[in-house]
Nanobody
Framework: QVQLVESGGGLVRPGGSLKLSCATS????????MSWYRQSPGQERELVAH????????NYADSVKGRFAISRDHVKDILYLQMNSLKVDDTAVYYC??????????????WGQGTQVTVSS
């Protein structure tokens, strides 16, 4: 079965950096569009970044452009999110999302359990 396991969250000061990882199994990683979403208390879950199955195309929420970078390792079957210049407003639970069988721009049916990112001084 599809499994997505996020890690790398934590507490960081404003301006700091974190790198999230999503370890995947149970599907062909190289044939799945992948995304990172986040959700803050009382807010709807929102798309942060998305990458194509081949890793050759990506898009980002306006609020994170220039600060976050999504990438994928097709040897280890891991999705990453490098987060730089973090702001208090980036505080949220971050979720990995998988869309097996799709190339790009698809919200998948599979979710990880989430990892908490807290940005605070």
């Amino acid at each position: 079965q599809v499994q997505l396991v996020e890690s790398g969250g934590g507490l960081v000061r404003p301006g700091g950096s974190l790198k999230l990882s999503c370890a995947t199994s149970g599907f062909t990683f190289g044939s799945a569009a992948m995304s990172w979403y986040r959700q803050s208390p009382g807010q709807e879950r929102e798309l942060v970044a998305h990458v194509s199955s081949a890793g050759d195309a990506s898009n980002y929420a306006d609020s994170v452009k220039g600060r976050f970078a999504i990438s994928r390792d097709h040897v280890k079957d891991i999705l990453y999110l490098q987060m730089n210049s973090l702001k208090v407003d980036d505080t949220a639970v971050y979720y990995c999302n998988a869309a097996p069988g799709y190339v790009f721009n698809v919200k998948g049916a599979y979710w990880g359990q989430g990892t908490q990112v807290t940005v605070s001084s």
